[in-house]
Each structure stands twice: as structure tokens, then as C-alpha cells.
């Protein structure tokens, strides 16, 4: 079946641009993930959506990340005023909603700022 | 959530069998030892998970230290496709579904 779908695969945009990247987690899962992978780095969590219960957005590292989920469906990332330093790729990841089931990720955004 | 200690890099000769080792000696008694995997390019994928017992499946087998303070992840005959970084993580059941903790991973080369 259908994995879980990020668009786009790459983004380049210019700093201070604002950018929306997108998550169509695998139907019928109730937890979203979104985390950041910078080059030769590993996974930080951004953000995190189970059901209807508010999300934990503990990982987002400033008030210029924010991230929307509608039910259970789609996921849209968005940084305002990108800077340098957001380069990297973003993964979304979906599961069931148990603790556990396995993380499903899709294969990421890469984004570059200019 | 409990740490763990997986060596930075690691080298095995293709059809031959790979033991990845993890130490996490101060997992808890309800942890879960998870494994994934990233491929170049690619999002990082499921391989296996365990409590107590050792785990087969498709993709490899999970052997857990009898105190649990370590585990080992087993590739029976590696292939050029098992080229990966392997992440060893817990995850407590009794915490919901919070968000896996990823550490650094064993870079995992395979040569023809």
C-alpha cells in the first residue's frame, strides 16, 4: 500500500522567504511525526500529533516553526522568515496509535536556503 | 528515556553476517528495544523490536542480553542494500506515544 508521502522532495528558496512543506501520513494512522535532519546529522523531533489531543511541540526550535494537522490526515510544516541555518531535510513519520507501533517516514523535504 | 551506546561505525564483507551491538544498561523493565534503519536518501525504516526474548522476522533477528543491559542486532548474510545507518533505541509502552529519541547510530559499510 501506500507509504507515507512528503512534497517536495527539494525546496530551494531564499532566506527570509517563508516555506510550507507537506505530509500525507499512511491512512489510518492517528500519530504524525515531523522531525529535522541537518547534513551528516541525526533526527531531531519538531513536532509531534496524536488524534485530537493537542499536539507536543516541544522539539520546534523557534516561534518562526509552526505545524497544522487536520484530523487525521494531511500535515503542512511551515517556517517563516527562513534562515541558513534551517537547511536540512524534514521527515514526517506516521504510526497506529500505540505506543508500539513502528514509525513509517516518508522520505523527506530537502530544504535549502539561499 | 534510557540511553544507549552503539559503536560510531562498523564494516562487513557482503554474504557474510553482521553483528550490530547496542548497550543500554540503564534501560528500565518495561522498555522496548527498538531497531531502524536509514538508507542514503532515504527516511529511516522499522527493522525489529523486543522486550525480553529474542526476535526473528524478515529482516534480521534481535538477541537480548539476559539482564537486558545490551542487545544485538543480526543480519545473517549482508548485502550491498543492508548499507545503513542502524539506530538502537527504547521506548517505554507506558509513556504513550511519545516521539523516538534517535541518537548517532552505527554506520554500517558493506564491501563487494
Redesign the interface.
Known amino acids: 500500500g501506500a507509504g507515507?508521502s512528503q512534497s517536495p522532495s527539494n525546496k530551494v528558496t531564499e532566506k527570509g522567504k517563508d516555506v510550507e512543506l507537506r505530509c500525507d501520513p499512511i491512512s489510518g494512522h492517528t500519530?504524525l511525526?515531523w522531525?529535522r535532519q541537518r547534513l551528516g546529522q541525526?533526527?531531531e523531533?519538531l513536532i509531534?500529533f496524536?488524534g485530537n489531543s493537542a499536539p507536543?511541540k516541544s522539539?520546534l526550535p523557534s516561534d518562526r516553526f509552526s505545524a497544522e494537522r487536520t484530523g487525521e490526515s494531511v500535515s503542512t510544516l511551515t517556517i517563516q522568515r527562513t534562515q541558513q541555518e534551517d537547511s536540512a531535510v524534514y521527515?514526517c513519520?506516521s504510526?497506529l496509535?500505540?505506543?508500539?507501533?513502528?514509525?513509517?517516514?516518508?522520505?523527506?523535504t530537502r530544504l535549502t536556503v539561499t | 528515556d534510557a540511553k544507549t551506546t552503539q559503536p560510531n561505525s562498523m564494516e562487513s564483507n557482503e554474504e557474510e553476517p553482521v553483528h550490530l551491538p547496542c548497550n543500554h544498561s540503564t534501560i528500565s523493565g518495561t522498555d522496548y528495544i527498538h531497531w531502524y534503519r536509514q538508507l542514503p536518501s532515504q527516511g529511516p525504516e522499522y527493522v525489529i523490536h523486543g522486550l525480553t526474548s529474542n526476535v526473528n522476522n524478515r529482516m534480521a533477528s534481535l538477541a537480548i542480553a539476559e539482564d537486558r543491559k545490551s542487545s544485538t542486532l543480526i543480519l545473517h548474510r549482508a548485502t550491498l542494500r543492508d548499507a545503513a545507518v542502524y539506530y538502537c533505541i527504547l521506548r517505554d509502552p507506558n509513556s504513550g506515544n511519545t516521539p523516538l529519541v534517535f541518537g548517532k547510530g552505527t554506520r554500517l559499510s558493506v564491501i563487494a
Open positions: 507515507v500519530a511525526y522531525y541525526g533526527l523531533f509531534y496524536q507536543d522539539g521527515l513519520a504510526s496509535g500505540t505506543s508500539r507501533s513502528p514509525l513509517h517516514f516518508g522520505n523527506g
